[in-house]
């Protein structure tokens, strides 16, 4: 079963920033991530609740709530500053 995605107002400003086919690079990467979001990576303390992934030269934080099956997107970082 698929978690329900949702944004912050955070990460909707950042992702009206990018090119729409950056856009749509992380709209299908979340689709798959939706699926399982428990096998990607896990940031460092004191961050270790959020998970990330990297798409081109930039990183999406999210996290995620097990029982209610929801998958929150949080922030895009430009490069590696978190």
């Given amino acids: 079963m ?4 949702l944004s ?6 950042d992702f ?7 856009q749509e690079r992380i709209k299908k990467k979340f689709l ?15 961050l270790n609740d959020y998970c990330r992934i990297r798409i081109e ?3 999406i934080i ?8 929801i998958l929150y997107l949080e922030k895009v970082v430009f490069g590696h500053r978190y």
Avoid: C, G, Q, W
């Avoid at 009206?16 to 950056?22: A, H, M, Q, T, Y």
């Fill in 62 to 69: 999210f996290s995620y709530d097990i029982e209610k099956k």
């Fill in 32 to 46: 798959e991530v939706a699926e399982n979001p428990e096998r990607y990576k896990h940031m460092h303390p004191p």
């Fill in 16 to 22: 009206r920033k990018l090119d729409n086919s950056v």
């Fill in 2 to 5: 698929s978690y329900e995605i």
């Fill in 8 to 13: 912050t107002k955070e990460f909707e400003k």
């Fill in 57 to 59: 030269k930039l990183r």
